[in-house]
């Protein structure tokens, strides 16, 4: 099963395309960023964003999507246009018939290191030993979008397990 994570922004989001092998082990396919220039309108920019998420699909056929969900932050400027970025990614997303998981951060840190009070280093750590990369991926918001991925695995297994399903 293939599986696209995203780490959404409207200046960078993060990507992280994840395979699950039969035997259970995880194999990274693709990770990286999408930046759009500030200088655009927020329109241009949210199409851009559109576009290039369903060039992702489009390329690498996952089976199923994960996206961060909105942590409201005190910046309401930065937790709108989050927001409007959330919002082109899981259209590109539905609008291809994907299954489309979305977690807060503290379920991430729960599915990737175990502990919702982990910080950003552990995170990219335990993403880095999951995937048995030789370095941390970069940019930290690829970093991210590989722990959705991860994320969503996870949770995927454990209701299948749940429901009696192999997955």
Known sequence: ???LGVDPGTATTGFGIIQEELDGSLTVLNFGVIQTT???SQAVRLVQLYKQIRELILLHHPETCAVEKLFFERNV???LSVGQARG???LAMAELNLQ???YTP???KQAVVGYGG???HQIQQMVKAILGLEDIPQPDDA???LAIAICHIHSLKMRNLYHGNDG
């Open 100 to 102: 489309i998981g979305e």
């Open 77 to 79: 400027r930065t937790a």
């Open 143 to 145: 970093a991210d979008a």
């Open 118 to 120: 982990a910080d950003k």
């Open 106 to 108: 503290l379920e991430v």
């Open 88 to 90: 082109v990614i899981l």
């Open 1 to 3: 099963m293939i599986t």
């Open 38 to 40: 500030p200088a655009l």
